[in-house]
Nanobody
Framework: QVQLVESGGGSVQAGGSLRLSCAAS????????MGWFRQAPGKEREGVAT???????TYVDSVKGRFTISRDNDKNTLYLQMNSLKSEDTAMYHC????????????????????WGQGTQVTVSS
């Protein structure tokens, strides 16, 4: 069974940093597109960043230059380094796996991901 478990969330002040981790199991981790998504209260879940099987990353405009997605295939772990955090970044952050292995495109679209972690809360105070 596919399992994705996030950790590393917490409360930080604006301008601070956090590193989120997602431990994956139950599938061949290295062959899948992986992503980070977030959902704030009263808002729909939105994409943050994705990374494909070869390590190529894609970011939404709101986090470019501040967030870095990475993966360690030996540890079956996905990371999201978040710097220069803003109050607007406050949300529940989820990691997710794409529907199929070796997919052609790996972009932060919710509909392209079929497995989700439980989420880790990130709260940024001003």
């Amino acid at each position: 069974q596919v399992q994705l478990v996030e950790s590393g969330g917490g409360s930080v002040q604006a301008g601070g940093s956090l590193r989120l981790s997602c431990a994956a199991s139950g599938y061949t981790y290295s062959s899948y597109c992986m992503g980070w998504f977030r959902q704030a209260p009263g808002k729909e879940r939105e994409g943050v960043a994705t990374i494909d099987s070869d390590g190529s990353a894609t970011y939404v405009d709101s986090v470019k230059g501040r967030f870095t997605i990475s993966r360690d295939n030996d540890k079956n772990t996905l990371y999201l380094q978040m710097n220069s955090l803003k109050s607007e970044d406050t949300a529940m952050y989820h990691c997710a796996r794409g529907w199929t292995s070796w997919q052609r495109l790996c972009s932060p679209r919710v509909v392209d991901f079929g497995y989700w972690g439980q989420g880790t809360q990130v709260t940024v105070s001003s």
